[in-house]
């Protein structure tokens, strides 16, 4: 992978979040020179990914303190995102490493998803905090094509920054090229579940991670797998507010499907099965719903009234 460099139309146009945004992809940029250099980076990889963390921690607070001066009404859920990057997935990377004695193979892991993590937060998650993506509960489960139509182009131009045509709302399976499948299910309102089926060209999600960062990526490799898979989380959870839900789904590398898997899955039956085009490939939205049955509370049993002979009044001797 070439030089990392910062993107400025991913610019929110608050000085202080995109001069932190520049500079993290920089440490990243410069995480990946040491990657390379298998002799010497241990240890200063390992005083980079310290410094990287550091770093993180102080610009989320300053962003937290800029959500809430504007008094950001998605403030609670952008924390709640902050936290989980801290809590868990920085902590679970850095064992990992500790673990592997800081393998190749677990480095290139750990930079793909900080790649990935940090292109769709701030792609998405961000820009949303000056309004440039809409993250309130706009879209609505409904059965009219257009409708979802809209919402898919409207999710594609959030993260991918690409119109999204309708090419056909009967798609039947057929390939789509070299792509990337997942799929998934949402919880909506806890009164039902839906589950998505994607496909999506390579080049469309490649261009997603690559056009952060201010370079083309053509070859498929670990870093760049797991940086997708990043960015594909984000666009599930952005499309899961076409139904009404706000799941913090974690995508595991289950949800993954290969060409096959996915062709099984769509031949199980998605009643809506629809194909867009894009300048950088096709994708692919399939989806199906379901109620979930609701208990009724059991009613108890009437009572009979129970006739009951009352003892004998003792009668008094006057």
């Not at 009164?191 to 083309?216: A, F, H, N």
């Not at 099984?264 to 692919?284: H, I, N, V």
Request: hydrophobic letters at 35%; proline letters at 3%.
């Amino acid at each position: 992978m070439e030089k990392v460099e910062w993107d400025k139309q991913y610019n929110i146009g608050v000085d202080i979040i995109d001069k932190a945004h520049a500079k993290l992809f920089r440490i990243v940029g410069k995480l990946i020179e040491l990657s390379n250099n298998s002799q010497t980076y241990r240890h200063t990889f390992v005083e980079g990914i310290k410094y990287l963390e550091d770093y993180c921690m102080k610009h989320f607070s300053e962003e937290e303190g800029y959500m809430r001066s504007i008094r950001y009404s998605g403030y609670a859920r952008h924390k709640q995102l902050h936290n989980n990057f801290r809590e868990k997935i920085l902590i679970n990377l850095k064992n990992d490493l500790r673990l592997s004695d800081y393998s190749p193979s677990v480095v290139q892991r750990f930079i793909g998803i900080m790649i990935g993590w940090l292109t769709g937060h701030i792609m998405v998650e961000d820009q949303a905090i000056v309004g440039k993506v809409t993250t309130k509960q706009v879209y609505h489960s409904s059965s009219n094509i257009s409708v979802i139509a809209r919402a898919v182009n409207r999710t594609m131009q959030d993260v991918f920054h690409v119109e999204a045509n309708l090419a056909d709302n009967k798609y039947k399976g057929q390939n789509i090229g070299k792509a990337l499948y997942c799929r998934l299910h949402y919880d909506i309102d806890d009164t039902g579940k839906v589950q998505l089926l994607l496909g999506i060209e390579e080049p469309l999600i490649y261009r997603g991670v690559g056009q952060m960062i201010g370079e083309r990526l053509i070859q498929k490799d670990q870093m760049v797998n797991e940086a997708s898979l990043q960015l594909f989380q984000q666009l599930f959870r952005h499309m899961g507010k076409l139904f009404r839900s706000e799941a913090e789904y974690e995508i595991s590398k289950n949800d993954m499907l290969d060409k096959d898997q996915f062709r099984a899955d769509f031949m199980k039956g998605y009643p809506y099965s629809l194909l867009f085009s894009t300048r950088l490939g096709y994708f692919a939205f399939c989806f199906r719903s379901w109620r979930i049955p609701q208990e009724k509370p059991e009613t108890p049993p009437k009572q009979e009234e129970e006739t009951q002979a009352q003892p004998p009044t003792e009668e008094k001797d006057v």
